[in-house]
């Protein structure tokens, strides 16, 4: 018999919103270093800053439905003492949402300051958003959730990524997080596809 120990239950649902989170992360440094270009005085990449907003708009946004159509009220229903912080990082993702759509409005003529003010506040909040995730709310539910949670979790996790996101799937959308950092010119941390 192993003397290995066994990953928990909750580990299994968690790896892929981990993995999305460290994709995020990842294009946070490619917006952070082209919004720096643009504060420095250098021209609009007009193809980034657009796959970008698409990225955001698609992928980003799907990550956090999911977080709040499966997972947040499942650990609520199990650890009562995250409530507050879920509730925090709900009202996060709708700003993100405005964020955004003010990013793509930017994108629609405004001047490189402009753009460059849009993406750095988002991409500031969206750090801190993603790491207070990762130190307080998925190990949290790596702890807390039996195997019919996951089961559960797993299920309806697949069916968002099934019935929302395009052809392709999850898969294309972390290639397409990939090629951001290809074209801003970070390091890709993240599942290779
Ligand atoms: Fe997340
Ligand atoms: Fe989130």
Redesign the pocket.
């Known amino acids: 018999m192993s003397c290995e120990p066994q990953p928990s239950p909750g580990t299994r649902v968690v790896h892929s919103l981990f993995e999305e989170?460290t994709v995020l992360l990842s294009v946070l440094n490619g917006v952070e270093k082209m919004a720096m270009g643009l504060e420095e005085g250098g021209p609009v990449d007009e193809p980034f800053w657009n796959a970008l907003v698409t990225f955001l708009e698609s992928f980003a946004d799907h990550?956090?439905r999911k977080?709040?159509e499966a997972l947040f009220p499942a650990l609520v229903a199990r650890a009562a003492g995250v409530g507050e912080l879920l509730r925090e990082?709900?009202e996060?993702?709708a700003d993100f949402r405005t964020r955004v759509a003010t990013l793509r409005r930017t994108l629609e003529g405004a001047d490189a300051a402009t753009i460059a003010r849009a993406a750095g506040g988002y991409a500031f909040l969206t750090r801190e958003?993603?790491q207070r995730?990762n130190l307080g709310?998925y190990p949290v539910a790596q702890e807390v959730l039996d195997d019919k949670s996951v089961e559960e979790l797993t299920a309806l996790i697949e069916e968002l990524d099934t019935v929302r996101l395009a052809e392709g799937g999850r898969t294309r959308w972390i290639l397409a997080g990939r090629d951001l950092c290809r074209l801003s010119r970070v390091d890709f941390h993240g599942p290779r596809g």
């Open positions: 989170n990550h956090h977080e709040e990082l709900t996060e993702h958003h993603l995730e709310v």
